[in-house]
């Protein structure tokens, strides 16, 4: 039987696994909703190897010989279909497309584009934290910022902001086949919603944002994307714009509320803020796992043969801790350097919005303990529950005390 990586005890501390995990070598296999038996690496070697080698492994199933998505998941509803050839799930050629009229969005000056809104919402957020009683911040600050982060990349106009997040929330804590149909009724609503909207986009001639930017692509240009590619291309960018980078925050949070010597030091020296965020994403690897890729052609991989078919998942917490990557693994080391983690990934399917993580998770941190330096938990740290989220790795909730 494969490990339980949504143990609680696993969560709070993973070392004991990933050491078993490390001495066993070679891959493990993996139960996971939904897609049922994977292989996961266990070495940063391995795991670097699959992100790297888009030729023998591939997100679209149907390149490795696999039913399509469509057909795997026969169940889910027609509408959902289109939103199965996103960025994400797609190779070569096609990815390529995808991603080069995306990426501007989140390039450095993309992001530099926007990160005075960001550094705005930030104050407001921080402006209506309550400094009379123990707040959340999960609730309250981690998830907020990305939600409205995200809304502002694309554009999507401040009227419309509290419906959208409101419809798309659901669909990234989607776990298993009963939260699926959960979250079908706000993913409908969000497809309608969103077409409708690229359609008032292009009788304004355009607007601020990516979906302005995308929705502009001029017809009969041979990068015109079509209503179901503009689709998938931004509910994906929702999906993976918020969830992720909510618990990266929340685990710079929490280290910084558990080391006040630390938190102290950065904000004497803020150069340093840069390298501890880095060194968050390798430590506690909010993201555990990658997406299934999916085996096109024979090979050996962690000293065993995988078939064309055979699905793998690189397995980041293991990969971000091995010692033949990255010396005292299990420790916690804000100036790391270098930082050689895989918790963006790698390869031609490396996380697209990375800068924007790390711009949101810094500004979020530096700006709150600017705030509030005093701040405190309210209750011990070993009794905080972890989150119970498909390949997530982060605090279920984080009770803070603002001021003395």
């Not at 950065?266 to 994403?281: K, S, T, Y």
């Amino acid at each position: 039987m494969g490990p339980d990586l949504h143990a609680q005890d696993v969560l709070r501390d993973p070392a004991p696994l990933i050491d078993r995990l490390h001495r066993d070598g070679g891959l493990v296999r993996l139960k996971l909703p939904i897609l049922g038996q994977v292989w996961a690496t266990t070495t940063h070697a391995d795991a670097h190897k699959v992100l790297g080698d888009s030729e023998t492994f591939c997100r679209n199933p149907a390149t490795a010989g696999n039913p399509p998505p469509e057909k795997f998941f026969w169940w889910a509803p027609r509408f959902i279909h289109p939103l199965f050839r996103n960025v994400t799930m797609v190779d070569g050629d096609e990815h390529a497309r995808l991603r080069r009229l995306a990426a501007p969005g989140f390039s450095s000056i993309g992001i530099d584009r926007v990160r005075p809104k960001l550094e705005q919402i930030v104050e407001t957020l921080l402006d209506d934290l309550p400094a009379d009683r123990p707040v959340d911040l999960v609730e309250c600050y981690n998830r907020r910022l990305p939600l409205l982060a995200i809304c502002e990349v694309l554009g999507i106009p401040e009227a419309d902001r509290a419906k959208v997040i409101r419809w798309v929330e659901p669909v990234g804590s989607v776990a298993s086949v009963p939260g699926f149909f959960r979250a079908v009724p706000g993913l409908w609503r969000l497809s309608r919603h969103f077409r409708a909207d690229f359609e008032k986009v292009r009788r304004a001639g355009g607007r601020d944002g990516l979906i302005g930017d995308l929705v502009q692509v001029h017809d009969g240009d041979p990068d015109t994307l079509s209503d179901d590619e503009l689709l998938a291309m931004v509910v994906a960018l929702f999906i993976g714009g918020f969830d992720t980078t909510t618990h990266l925050i929340g685990n710079a949070m929490s280290t910084l509320l558990e080391a006040p010597e630390l938190r102290a030091q950065l904000r004497a020296n803020p150069e340093g803020w840069p390298l501890f965020i880095e060194e968050v994403m390798r430590f506690h690897a909010p993201v555990m796992f990658t997406n299934a890729f999916h085996v096109t052609r024979d090979v050996t991989l962690g000293g065993r043969e995988l078939r064309r078919g055979d699905r793998v998942v690189p397995l980041l917490i293991a990969a971000n801790r091995d010692a033949a990557n990255a010396p005292c693994p299990h420790a916690f080391q804000a100036d790391r350097k270098p930082n050689r983690h895989l918790g963006f990934g790698y390869g031609t399917h490396v996380c697209m919005g990375m800068q924007l993580a790390r711009t949101e998770a810094q500004i979020a941190a530096q700006r709150f303990f600017d705030r509030f330096p005093d701040a405190r938990l309210a209750e011990p740290a070993d009794r905080l529950p972890m989150l119970k989220r498909l390949g997530l790795r982060g605090k279920a909730r984080l009770p803070v005390i603002l001021r003395p």
